[in-house]
């Protein structure tokens, strides 16, 4: 009897070192992800967004967020390339483009994946609101530097405009 439990307690011995290979193997194919995390924008509505220049606010914002390996073209490109999306789509720079709604005093979080094996290349974080009068060239659009320690940022969503926080 003992001979039994004995090979009871080895194939149950078996089965539990093939489970750990498994957890172990699945583990080393995980992304691994830096000490910053995941790259992501952090959107924080103001309690008026989108306010047209004659004080009516719209009630939502629509907002996209991408992660580029280079942010010259996003840079240079017009409002309206951008939201049409003709240039930018194609755009080898860009590895993942999030999009979401706003509303008044909302917080968001929009994660951004790399392509698979770009992951190091992700040098920007750029974000793109559809303001319906924006405050100036520059209100409607931002790009913020990423590194691997710090690739999430905030963006403050106001009125009529936005900045990192």
């Known amino acids: 009897m003992s001979g039994g439990r004995m090979l009871s307690l080895r194939g149950g011995g078996w089965i539990g070192l093939l489970a750990l290979l498994v957890a172990t193997g699945g583990c080393a194919t995980m992304k691994k992800v830096g000490p910053g995390g995941e790259p992501g924008v952090k959107l924080v509505a103001g309690q008026e967004l989108n306010v047209k220049n004659d004080g009516t606010s719209l009630g939502s914002l629509h907002v996209r967020a991408y992660l580029l390996k280079d942010a010259s073209a996003f840079r240079a490109l017009s409002y309206q390339d951008l939201w049409a999306q003709r240039k930018l789509d194609k755009d080898e720079a860009v590895l993942d483009m999030q999009e979401d709604v706003m509303t008044p005093s909302s917080e968001k979080k929009l994660d951004l994946k790399p392509k698979k094996g770009a992951e190091a290349e992700a040098k920007f974080i750029a ?39």
């Open 127 to 165: 974000v793109l609101a559809g303001y319906a009068q924006p405050e100036g060239d520059t209100a409607w659009r931002q790009v913020v530097d990423i590194d691997s320690k710090h690739n999430t940022v905030e963006i403050v969503l106001g009125p009529r405009g936005m900045r990192p926080a």
